[in-house]
């Protein structure tokens, strides 16, 4: 598993070739199978491909068209809407979509309690352990993803659309990878991590 962490390359491009149900299958219990606080297990995954893929990408731009056009739910990020319409046509090239719902979730536009805070963070904190799961396991099988947080600039349209209860978290893109990025930079071990002895 090493190796899969040291691997891993976020993919923007994807051959047109399908994956297999036995591997989405596998890598979505690899998700199933991370931790959870309390053991809560709060996530929900749910597969879109085929005709439901064409449906669901015509849903994000639409949403996308709204948050460039009328009221935003994130103004302050209107220079980031040039990558999620990027982001939408690599889901377009990918076979696969997972989106990842935490079934106890409320929305994100839901006040809060500390207490049901404290309660969302741990439950995101588990799906997030279940996304790095699956997208390590998928390297492992050689297929490619990419972890897709550009669902927001279309939140509300893909929330109802997919129709389920709980908070929309992310999207993970699968297929087959048709480029081979370099790895990204990342800080200095020093600057991220503090001994105390």
Request: proline share 5%.
């Amino acid at each position: 598993m090493i190796s899969a962490i040291y691997d891993r390359r976020s993919i923007r491009k994807f051959l047109d070739t399908p994956i297999a149900e036995k591997d989405v299958i596998e890598i979505i219990q690899s998700g199933i199978k991370a931790p959870s606080s309390k053991n809560r297990q709060p996530w929900k995954f749910i597969v879109v491909q085929g005709k439901e893929k064409e449906e669901m990408l015509k849903i994000f731009r639409q949403g996308i068209s709204r948050e460039e056009n009328e009221s935003a739910l994130l103004p302050q990020n209107r220079q980031h809407i040039a990558a999620a319409k990027h982001t939408v046509d690599v889901m377009a090239d990918a076979p696969v979509i997972v989106f990842v719902v935490n079934s106890l979730g409320e929305s994100i536009l839901s006040e809060l309690t500390p207490e049901e805070r404290i309660y969302e963070i741990c439950n995101i904190q588990s799906i997030g352990a279940a996304i790095q799961n699956m997208i390590l396991a998928a390297t492992e099988k050689e297929i490619g993803s990419l972890w897709i947080c550009d669902i927001y600039f279309a939140y509300s349209e893909l929330c109802e659309w997919l129709n389920r209860e709980g908070q929309l978290v992310a999207a993970i893109a699968f297929g087959y990878p048709d480029e081979s990025p370099k790895e990204r930079p990342r800080k200095n071990f020093e600057d991220v991590v503090e001994w105390r002895k």
